[in-house]
């Protein structure tokens, strides 16, 4: 099963991501767990040690060179575009139980004259991870699916797009859901996260008439207060674990 | 006066500057707005109208061009770095009250080999923007600085960033912090947003202790239901006006 997490900065994309995560551990799958969101912290979420010193794999510069023979701080200039990649995972991942979790970090968004040497090798990294991985593969992406092309999201299983409510996150759903329809992906379940009453709820299906919703969680400030104590969510007395284990039955 | 605000995703830097702006505006100072964060809409958190049917300027690709040079679709190829935009304040801007507002959209995040006449553009409006208009500028930032350098930091009176009770928001503070010393910006600000109880704010108090705080915002309900009813912030019942006016005597 290949999963992709998307959604608005700032919805629960990473504690969902988290949950799913250690749940599918604890119901004994192995995990490949993929932090594809610059601005989160999946491996803290998760409940690994040390989690800020991992190295995001884009600020491996020399391995990048190294694996697409580009010349560093030339601007332009050729570089291999399918650098070996797939010894990666388990050279380069942290591991939790039967998890393993891959860093991408900071990449350049894609876009008319830009190429980098490190978006070509996470991408070509993703697309290996996405064909070829046999674990459970989980993405916590960034509000976007740039990582994804339509070789790769043939094997997407489900895009999960995490909401909240707020007119934002009903935007970049949206938003996400014309960037899938445009490389053939229409595999999307929506997450509401954060809801507070059934007003809440109405909101959401309301604006995402097309969307197919999988599931709620609630506002829980146990959730807010795990992580100001730096405790990984599924670590948490929360309804939000038994619902995520709901959802797993509907994918 | 040049206030620049950052911050993590979801932490309410929208909803701050659409307050701060709201009020500058209410005070007597005509502001030029900046919405420099693709997955935000300062337009709609301002009041405009038909907040959703304005263009980004990323997106002005025929535009972009005439004033770059740049051939469209090559990759590489040469451009002008110093595009004529300062026709584009008046020419581009949508209008409230003594408010002019700009909505930038997305560009490529910068780096080795990457530079796009997007963002080439869009660096050259901010530059103008910030050392050559004479209203208050306020600019809503991404959760980083990219479109600063040097000269243009030392024309910003002060950034300010925005943060939640949430340790990614801790994160987000401290790296935008470096990023901001490493072109020579020093003049942080912090607010404190979404604050529940005196926990909360000892919470960031103690994990940011190097910073400036400005002042703290309550999570209030009352401004996310206002999202939800499509109604700025700036039209509720909320402590939240008061602290922002608060604030700016601060700046």
Not at 195 to 220: K, M, S, T
Request: net charge negative; hydrophobic share 45%; glycine share 10%.
């Amino acid at each position: 099963m290949k999963l992709a997490v998307s959604g608005k900065g700032g919805v629960g994309k990473t504690t969902f991501s988290a949950l799913l995560i250690r749940t599918l551990d604890e119901m004994g799958k192995r995990v490949l767990a993929i932090d594809a969101d610059p601005d989160a912290n999946l491996a803290a979420a998760l409940g690994i040690e040390n989690a800020d010193k991992i190295v995001p794999i884009s600020e491996m510069k020399e391995m990048i060179y190294e694996r697409t023979e580009a010349q560093p701080g030339s601007i332009g200039g050729f570089f291999k575009l399918n650098p070996k990649v797939d010894d990666l995972p388990e050279a380069l991942s942290a591991k939790l139980n039967n998890i393993k979790m891959m860093r991408l970090g900071g990449v350049k968004k894609g876009g008319s004259g830009c190429i980098c040497p490190e978006s070509t090798l996470l991408r070509a990294l993703i697309t290996h991870i996405v064909l070829a991985r046999d674990e459970v593969v989980i993405m916590d992406m960034e509000a976007g699916i740039e990582h994804l092309g339509r070789a790769t999201a043939r094997a997407v299983d489900k895009l999960i797009v995490v909401v909240e409510p707020g007119r934002r996150s009903i935007e970049t759903a949206e938003h996400i859901q014309h960037l899938a329809g445009e490389i053939g992906l229409n595999r999307l379940a929506v997450v509401g996260n954060k809801i507070r009453n059934d007003a809440d709820v109405r909101f959401l299906q309301e604006n995402l008439p097309q969307f197919d919703f999988i599931g709620w969680l609630p506002y829980d400030e146990a959730l807010i207060d795990a992580d100001l104590k730096g405790v990984s969510p599924f670590s948490t007395v929360s309804i939000a674990k038994d619902r995520v284990r709901e959802m797993i039955g509907r994918l």
